[in-house]
Each structure stands twice: as structure tokens, then as C-alpha cells.
């Protein structure tokens, strides 16, 4: 039996109840509220013989970027596939774009996405697969325009139009068009001032053009509407980053134990906030090896895993904040131990470098480290994140070039880099006097 859904996708399903908590579980999740997952589970229930609820689940799964999750995706997707023989084309899309993520094909999953977007572009779950396996990618052309192929079929009368706006508006951030950004940002915080996803995007614009007083007084305001969100920690996160570029080092602190780790979450974007930031305040000269110990128990059982370098890269920083070389050698045998998949090759290209460039200048190597970072950075895309996240890349740079004397280098990076961000004058001056020998 087929079912019309509220965007006018067909479901097979013989249950009106399936179909309404599939629907429930798609608002939720492009929202990042609630517990889409478990609504998701309830529509199996429902009806088990229903493939759109168990493909989407196994979807899901593969989130948490662990073996364990990756898995568990396998498993569902072997269960569902006896239902495929009579499935929609809708339905074969998303369950061959889940097969090759679950097999770490996530360039050929982010395919098989847009051409199911291609197809329906109101189904909302592919344009946010699509858009999220992008930024997994560092595709920033694709972060935008997945969703751009897509707006044309929206009408403002949607109450989920919004939600395409404020996914468009990061796209268009990460393509450095910050005022087609903002505009889009403000357009879906207008149609919902709780879109947490539109709150972040408007937060990057803000951080891009060095509105750091803004960025302050936005994020402060509006946290009330956001805070309960799944996202919010990441949220929290650029709150802090603002501190650090106005010099508010304790308030980014606090921040770090409250909202950001009071929780102990263990979820990958988590973990990877609350490294960036010890990080960036170590590089500032801020002691946080106590807090990096207290990461290890959830770290160290991941490091085999290895199935993206932008995580291992975040456990890097952790395990070498925290003085354990041990547990840095661990991460780089894991990553070499990769082969054949989307992970391996950024590893290739970039990754790796990376890696080795953090761990250098943890261990003391400033020029290593130095020459390790300059090699890597121009191709640092591909192991994924945003631009302001991977903006850590630059600052230890320039940190490592400061440490190992190379005052041309420094001239040069520090140049560079006020040109993009003539407020970062400051932050920089900062930066270079906490690591100048």
C-alpha cells in the first residue's frame, strides 16, 4: 500500500500511523530537536515491512562514525533488503546510498542523495543527507547547491521552507557569499526563531566577517530558543570562539565546563567542539591538561574506529594536550591501517599530514610541524568540517612557525590573515606573543 506524505513523497506502508512518525521523525530531525531516532523505531514497530523507516534508521545509525553504528547500519540494511523488490525508486535511492556509506563510499552515497533529490526535491531527508555527507566531504560547493537545485519546488507557505533557507544560508557561508548568507540566516530565523541550524549559519557569517560583539549578543540573546537542541553544544561552541578573539579566555572556559561538557556527551560533534576549543586555548597559553585527561575515557576506546580523519585529527589534539604519546601513535597506526574508502583518500591527500603536523608541534617540533602544516593546508577541505572549524589549521601554523623562529613566515601568515579578517589584528598579536620562544 502507498501513502501520500505531507510533501506529496509516496511511502509504502499500510499503516497512516508509519507514515505520520516517518514525517514527525523528518521535522525533527532537520530541526535537531526531540529524539528523531526513536520516533523512527516506533514507525518500524508499527510496520515492519515498511522499508522507507528502517533505510532512514540505518541512515541514522551511520551518524555516530563509529564501527559499532556502521554495523548496526549493515545489519538493518540486510534485514530491509528483502523489501526492496517492490520498492519505490525513492526507497532504492536512499537504500543505495546508505549501502555505500555504510561501506565508507561517502562520495557515492552524497550521488545517489542528489539524484534522489533530483527526482523529489521535496524529500527533505535526502537534501539533508545530501548536505551534511557534503560538509563531511569539505564539498562546499555542494553544502550549497544541493539545496539550491531543490529551493525552486518550495513555497513560503511551507512551514518547513525556512529550514531550506537556513541550510542554504550555510552553504552560501561556506562559499564566502556571507550576504546572500545572512540574508537567507535572517529569512529562516523570521519563519522560526528556534531553527538551530539557522542560528549556527548566521553565527558563521558573524565569525567570518569578524562581527565579534554581534556574534556576542546574538548568540546570548537567542540561546533561550536553541539550547534544549541536540545541536546546541556546537552552538555554545562558536559562543566561545567569539570569547577567544576578543580575549575573554575564562568566559570561553566557562563555557567549556558548562555548557559544553557538563553534559558529558559522547557524540562525535561534541567531542570534536570540546577538543577544538581546548586546543585553541592551549595555543593561547591556557593550561587545559586536566581537562584533555578527562576526555580520554571517551576517546580512547574510538581510536580504532578511524573512519574520519577530521575526528581522529580532534583526538590528536586531545591525547597530546594531555601528554599521552602513546595514545597519539595509537591514532596514526589506526588511520595507516585504512584502505579503499572516501576516509583513506583524504587521508592521502591531506589527512595524514595533518596529523602528523599536530603531533609535532604537541611534541615539540616546531619546524616539523611547521613544514608538515604548510604542505597539508592548501588541500584541508577534504577531511571535512567548515571553514571556521578548520581554522585551527591556520592558527597552529602560524603558533608553529612563531615557536620555531621563522619570523618571514610569520610576517607572511599574519599578513594573510588580516587581509581575510582585518579584525583579527588583535587575536593574532595574541597568538604569535603566547608562542614566540
Known amino acids: 500500500m502507498t501513502i501520500t506524505d505531507r510533501w506529496g513523497l509516496e511511502i509504502q506502508t499500510s499503516s497512516q500511523d508509519a507514515a505520520r ?8 530531525f532537520v530541526l535537531f530537536r526531540d529524539n528523531p531516532a526513536a520516533t523512527l523505531d516506533a514507525a518500524i514497530e508499527v510496520d515492519p515491512d515498511a522499508p522507507l523507516p528502517r533505510i532512514v534508521r540505518a541512515e541514522f545509525d551511520l551518524f555516530a562514525q563509529t564501527r559499532d553504528s556502521q554495523r548496526a547500519a549493515k545489519d538493518r540494511l540486510a534485514e530491509v533488503d528483502a523489501l526492496l523488490a517492490t520498492a519505490s525508486p525513492r526507497e532504492q535511492l536512499h537504500a543505495a546510498a546508505a549501502g555505500a556509506w555504510a561501506n565508507g563510499q561517502l562520495d557515492v552515497a552524497v550521488r545517489f542523495f542528489d539524484r534522489a533529490v533530483a527526482r523529489d526535491p ?20 555542494n553544502i550549497r547547491d544541493v539545496v539550491a537545485r531543490a529551493r525552486s519546488a518550495w513555497a513560503e507557505p511551507d512551514p518547513l521552507f525556512g529550514v531550506l533557507q537556513g541550510m542554504y544560508a550555510f552553504g552560501l557561508e561556506e562559499t564566502a557569499d556571507y550576504r546572500r548568507a545572512e540574508d537567507a540566516a535572517r529569512y529562516a530565523l523570521w519563519a522560526d526563531e528556534a531553527d538551530v541550524w539557522a542560528n549556527h549559519a548566521l553565527a558563521h557569517v558573524l565569525e567570518m566577517e569578524g562581527r565579534t560583539d554581534e556574534g556576542i549578543s546574538f548568540l546570548t540573546r537567542g540561546s533561550a530558543t536553541w539550547e534544549q537542541s541536540f545541536f546546541a553544544v556546537h552552538n555554545w561552541w562558536h559562543l566561545a570562539l567569539y570569547f577567544i578573539e576578543e580575549g575573554e579566555l575564562e568566559r570561553a572556559l566557562d563555557l567549556y565546563d558548562g555548557p559544553i561538557r557538563k553534559g558529558e556527551r559522547s557524540e562525535w560533534l561534541d567531542l570534536v567542539d570540546a577538543a577544538a576549543l581546548l586546543w585553541r586555548l592551549s595555543l593561547l597559553g591556557v593550561g587545559v591538561q586536566e581537562r584533555a585527561a578527562a576526555l580520554i575515557a571517551v576517546l580512547e576506546p574510538r581510536i580504532d574506529d578511524a573512519l574520519y580523519a577530521f575526528n581522529d585529527l580532534h583526538s ?9 604519546e602513546d595514545l597519539v601513535r595509537a591514532v596514526l597506526d589506526a588511520v595507516g591501517r ?7 583518500r583524504a587521508l592521502s591527500l591531506s589527512g595524514a599530514e595533518l596529523l602528523h603536523g599536530f603531533s609535532e608541534f604537541a611534541l615539540g617540533d616546531a619546524p616539523a610541524a611547521t613544514e608538515s602544516l604548510l604542505q597539508a593546508r592548501s588541500r584541508s577541505a577534504v577531511i571535512g568540517g567548515s571553514v571556521a572549524q578548520r581554522d585551527v589549521i ?9 615557536r620555531a623562529g621563522d619570523e618571514g613566515l610569520v610576517r607572511a601568515l599574519v599578513s594573510e590573515r588580516i587581509e581575510h579578517k582585518p579584525t583579527a589584528t588583535d587575536s593574532v598579536a595574541q597568538l604569535i606573543d603566547a608562542n614566540r620562544p
Open 338 to 344: 585504512e584502505h579503499g574508502t572516501t576516509n583513506a
Open 316 to 324: 590528536v589534539m586531545v591525547f597530546s594536550l594531555a601528554e599521552r
Open 122 to 141: 521535496h524529500d527533505l531527508l535526502a537534501i539533508r543527507f545530501a548536505h551534511d555527507l557534503s560538509f563531511f566531504l569539505g564539498d562546499s560547493k
Open 394 to 402: 591556520d592558527q597552529t601554523l602560524i603558533a608553529a612557525a612563531a
Open 21 to 28: 512518525l516517518l514525517e514527525q521523525a523528518t521535522t525533527d
